[in-house]
């Protein structure tokens, strides 16, 4: 997620209309920019939202009434937002909203590591655009972003005043020392904090210069953006384990008194160390004459609630309490309770009896009990859950109740789990919900596949199998080089094909196949990456050379993904029983992911068994986003005589395709050898074909297009709703 910690932590064939190449947009959108920023309002087509594939199916959203900032003043500071109690105020011509539909922002795009400023100005607008007309009055951002953000934002909203996008502003932790020192009241890490502290408040007033440096972008901010900014939220997640040192460390730090925040005499120094960089932030805000609400970065393994049927100690080692860290009369915007929460995550939401019971609209929710649970906590301030979703991935990396796990979602599954809970968090009247996020991201990892990776080279290709990469309402669409054509395998009058067509792309290998005249009840499509790698045929074949096979039942189109022993990457993991994988013929074993270690619940003793994922469960169907039944998952689909197979790149046991690497486990660590190339075979009836070897070169930049995600509509709708 945003800022989501390690231990947590789909594409059609290459259809070109309606889609845009993130390279080449910006003369497009530039015109429109300028028709807009013209005064006048433009019709709907116009808008350059409809240049990402996916948005001119989503309905015109209503007119409403406006949402053109109404700001107030207090104490000589001007304020767009404040808190009253437990309602957050977003003060608008068309009266306060107290709840606030939004959506978090990265700052990359594939190919990039964060800090790097890839986003173009036209990305910027196009997004501005799809994010209104979906209904998201809110962008929430974690850093500063390069400049062109912030112009573009303003240039979106003077040329659209009653449906203006706002917007929170977060800034980051310099870095993770304080965790290998076990101090956050580091005084190199405080004091850079600091600075970028007071660079935010600089750059959101338009009067900024800096350099760029590692993982910082530099430039001129020169536009105000203050007449729309919501709120502050600053740090990311707290390691509990080095925040509880901390705290040991620094027991003796006096209670923070500012002149903006102060502590509650029950804090910690963990909130006292808080109060004291928020009460900086909004002393450098004030110097520009506002106000807006500011908050810290909170999640659940820190929450201040207690959860004593937790079976991980550090997902409840430390609590950190917003109610300890209170604004004074001098800060009228006030502060307010920003939580990272997730339906899947920590595992109390399975075995809390409180949680386990709690009936939302007629059914058992625990996810809804955790939500009232943290507002009812907060009842002095507004409580706001800044990124919750689920993910469009094939693989998961943790099981969830009421199906919404991390992971194995469709598109269409992935955005009416995110409706559902958006509106969840306006029944539990909370002051706003941030969706994670707007678009996928290659560069994230994920605990259970991050091992199996080269994390140098990581963002250069997608991955299906690590959930974290999905959680995008915007499909960043693998699209492979422009010069990577269709590569020609097989042309002859074999059995059982007859025809193959090879292409690769930065997410799957992508075969195309004419099967012969008596087409076969199942087959094996079988892939060699390593030369010297072999073993044991899968029973029905006698080739001894393919790694991994793709075990296909064309007539009850079902399927299953089989890795050989050398290259299954459990072994990167977890030692798993052989008696908990599932079954495999001698020397394979099925593609899974584990998705939970095994737990000891403390409060009943109760022993729970390691669960995994079939991830290489292989789905049959149409991925086609055209195609109002498609699957996203689908990996194969079988037509007549035509099969179509996509196979991502894990599946296949490639650590890096960019390189051609194959990630080959030993002694429990990830090695890696360079695959000349990928030999196809074809099995059927007992009768081995060869194809042909599917080739093709490095590559150091990456082709993508981008989409909207299938269903999205569902949560334009709840989004309306929400505001209505």
Request: with cysteine; charged share 20%; proline share 9%.
């Amino acid at each position: 997620m945003g800022d989501f910690p390690s231990h947590l932590v789909t594409a059609p064939a290459r259809p070109r209309s309606g889609r845009f190449r993130a390279t080449v947009i910006g003369v497009f959108v530039l015109g429109l920019c300028l028709l807009l920023a013209g005064g006048t309002a433009a019709p709907a087509l116009t808008s350059p939202a409809f240049l990402i594939a996916g948005m001119r199916e989503i309905p015109s959203p209503p007119l409403g009434t406006s949402w053109a900032p109404a700001p107030r003043t207090a104490d000589g500071l001007k304020m767009v937002a404040s808190t009253d109690g437990q309602d957050f105020q977003l003060h608008t011509a068309g009266g306060d909203r107290t709840f606030l539909p939004g959506v978090d922002l990265g700052d990359t795009t594939p190919g990039h590591l964060p800090g790097e400023g890839a986003i173009s100005a036209a990305q910027y607008r196009a997004w501005f655009a799809a994010m209104s007309w979906l209904g998201l009055r809110v962008v929430r951002i974690y850093e500063i972003h390069p400049p062109a953000f912030y112009e573009q934002l303003a240039a979106w909203n003077q040329a659209n005043p009653e449906r203006p996008l706002y917007f929170v502003q977060g800034v980051r932790l310099p870095d993770e020392t304080y965790v290998k020192k076990r101090n956050l009241f580091d005084k190199p890490f405080t004091d850079a904090f600091r600075r970028e502290l007071q660079a935010a408040a600089k750059a959101v007033s338009g009067d900024l210069t800096r350099q760029a440096t590692f993982g910082q972008v530099g430039g001129a901010w020169t536009t105000d953006v203050t007449p729309w900014l919501a709120g502050w939220i600053i740090g990311r997640e707290i390691d509990p384990g080095a925040a509880a040192a901390s705290d040991r460390r620094n027991a003796s730090a006096p209670r923070f008194t500012g002149r903006y925040f102060r502590n509650t005499p029950k804090s910690t120094p963990t909130e006292r160390w808080l109060a004291a960089r928020m009460n900086d932030l909004a002393g450098y805000v004030a110097k520009h004459g506002v106000s807006q609400p500011i908050a810290f970065v909170n999640w659940p393994t820190t929450d201040p609630l207690r959860h004593p049927q937790e079976p991980l100690p550090q997902e409840d080692l430390l609590p950190i309490d917003a109610n300890h860290v209170l604004p004074t009369a001098d800060w009228p915007a006030g502060t307010f309770a920003s939580y990272h929460a997730y339906p899947f995550y920590p595992d109390f939401l399975r075995h809390e009896p409180a949680l386990i019971n709690y009936d939302y609209e007629g059914h058992s929710d625990p996810y809804a009990g955790y939500l009232a649970d943290l507002r009812r906590h907060h009842a002095t301030m507004p409580t706001l859950i800044t990124e919750f979703g689920v993910p469009s991935s094939i693989g998961s990396a943790h099981n969830a109740p009421l199906g919404r796990s991390q992971g194995d979602h469709s598109e269409q599954d992935a955005m009416r789990i995110n409706a559902e809970l958006l509106r969840m968090m306006k029944d539990q009247k909370l002051g706003g919900g941030f969706v994670y996020s707007w678009a996928d991201e290659w560069y994230r990892y994920t605990w259970n596949t991050a091992g199996q990776q080269d994390p140098a080279r990581r963002q250069l290709w997608h991955d299906p199998l690590t959930n974290e990469q999905h959680f995008g309402l915007l499909a960043m669409d693998a699209d492979g080089a422009p010069d990577a054509g269709e590569q020609r395998l097989l042309d002859s009058d074999g059995w059982p094909a007859r025809e193959v067509t090879a292409r690769v792309d930065e997410e799957y290998l992508r075969l195309t196949a004419k099967l012969g005249d008596s087409k076969p009840g199942s087959m094996m499509v079988s892939f060699d990456v390593l030369p010297g790698v072999s073993g044991a045929p899968m029973p029905g074949s006698s080739d001894r050379r393919p790694d991994a096979v793709l075990a296909l039942n064309l007539v009850g189109q079902s399927g299953q993904a089989y890795v050989r022993n050398q290259l299954d990457p459990m072994r990167l993991d977890f030692t798993v029983p052989a008696a908990d994988r599932g079954p495999a013929p001698n020397g394979w074993k099925p593609f899974e992911l584990v998705v939970n270690r095994a737990l000891t619940v403390p409060g009943t003793g109760a022993k729970l068994p390691v669960e995994l994922q079939n991830a290489g469960r292989l789905r049959h169907g149409s991925w086609d986003p055209a195609d109002d039944q498609a699957d996203s998952r689908a990996l194969w689909q079988i037509d007549g005589d035509d099969l179509t197979v996509r196979v991502p790149w894990a599946l296949l046991g490639f650590a890096d395709p960019s390189a051609r690497r194959v990630g080959v486990p030993k002694n429990g660590k990830l090695t890696t050898q360079v695959s000349p190339g990928v030999t196809v075979s074809f099995t059927a009836s007992g009768t081995d074909q060869a194809v042909g070897q599917v080739r093709w070169s490095n590559w150091n930049r990456p082709y993508y297009t981008e989409r909207l995600k299938q269903g999205a509509a569902e949560l334009r709708d709840a989004a309306l709703v929400v505001t209505s």
